[in-house]
């Protein structure tokens, strides 16, 4: 089994920044991929960014790229998500995941539980 525990969501005005952080607990040598995504209300979840367990392999969606950038301490079992320049259409419920390669993120058994992130225009 394996925890997800995200921190670091809040209020921001437009063109601001925050940094999310996902600490994985449990059995997380099998799942070497990390991820975020995002769900908007009335909307679906949707792909954020991706890391491989090096963190040489990185993949974005096209809107963040440029402006997100995510990252991870393998010694802590963590990864982060700095967004800056956030939008109001980024106003969503920000969600960890881990899984064994980043093309089966979506559909991972485990996800944390979710970090609001508010962008206020």
């Known amino acids: 089994q394996v925890r997800l525990v995200e921190s670091g969501g809040g209020l921001v005005q437009a063109g601001g920044s925050l940094r999310l952080s996902c600490a994985a607990y449990?059995?997380?040598?099998?799942?070497?991929?990390m991820g975020w995504f995002r769900q908007a209300p009335g909307k679906e979840r949707e792909f954020v960014a991706a890391?491989?367990?090096?963190?040489?392999?990185?993949m974005y969606e096209d809107s963040v790229k440029g402006r997100f950038t995510i990252s991870r301490d393998n010694a802590k079992n963590t990864v982060y998500l700095q967004m800056n320049g956030l939008k109001p259409e980024e106003t969503a419920i920000y969600y960890c995941?881990?899984?064994?390669?980043?093309?089966?993120?979506?559909?991972?058994?485990?996800w944390g539980q979710g970090t609001q992130v508010t962008v206020s225009s």
């Open positions: 995941t881990i899984g064994p390669s980043v093309a089966r993120l979506e559909s991972s058994d485990y």
């Open positions: 449990g059995r997380t040598f099998d799942s070497p991929a």
């Open positions: 890391i491989s367990r090096s963190g040489g392999s990185t």
